[in-house]
């Protein structure tokens, strides 16, 4: 197995700058596994203040808006080691493959989680053990998911939130069946004014419809407008007159 291989261990502790409990999330075993392999291979470990360099990482404003909208959707934040990562996991391989290279060094890579009961093979991204991303880690702090009232709704936001948990339907009773929009908002229905009020800051009136936020046709076709083209994996979210 790759994690009692000393020579994978020290290119991904070493070359790849990741940590041990980045490796063990890697691999899916114990930290205190790859501690032991590490020291039975003879891989030197870092000190106190070159660790801290190894998980100093730089988030830029395009990898702050992804994960934002990624985890008012489908996206996880956790913490190893007392510092928080954030992961996605989908089925959607082509889509992971995507945001995988949007975190760039970010990012540990693209791995298969598990297969679920449809027996459909499941992709994780996960970044990094960064303390910048304590932030999103304080979106659980009442024990739930719940977002915080100053999020901005920016077009690369939205495409996150949309792609996750946004459907397309169609209005009954439309001679033209024209498509629309609707995001399930399940973590949010108790906050609805705040909801509103988010979308309303960038432009748009929503609808509910159980606990979905809904758009008319109309403001349906501005939202796919704002939020301009959709990513790898997600073009059936997309009408083909909003495809670049």
Known sequence: ?????PEVLEKMYWSDGMTQPEIADHFDVN?????????????ETR??????NATTYSVSDYQHELLTGILMSDGYCGKS????YIEVSMVNREFVEWFDE?????????RVKETDKSRQTIY????????????????????????????????DVLKML???DGTVGHRKGQRNRKPHIKICLMNEMENKKKIEEMFERVGF????????????????????????????????KWPENFKA
């Open 1 to 5: 197995m790759g994690y009692k291989d």
């Open 31 to 43: 930290p205190g596994s790859i501690s032991y392999h590490m020291k039975k291979g003879g891989v």
């Open 47 to 52: 000190s106190g203040s070159e660790a801290l």
């Open 81 to 84: 080691a007392a510092t928080p």
């Open 102 to 110: 949007q975190l760039g060094e970010l990012s540990t890579g693209v």
């Open 124 to 155: 994780r991204v996960s970044t990094r053990c960064v303390s910048e991303l304590e932030r999103y880690y304080d979106w659980y702090s009442s024990g739930e998911k719940i977002w915080p009232e100053q999020i901005e709704l920016t077009p």
């Open 162 to 164: 949309f792609v996750g």
């Open 205 to 236: 009136s929503v609808g509910w419809n159980g606990p979905s936020v809904t758009f008319s046709i109309d403001e349906s076709e501005r939202l796919w407008n704002y939020m301009g083209s959709p990513p790898p994996g997600f073009d059936y």
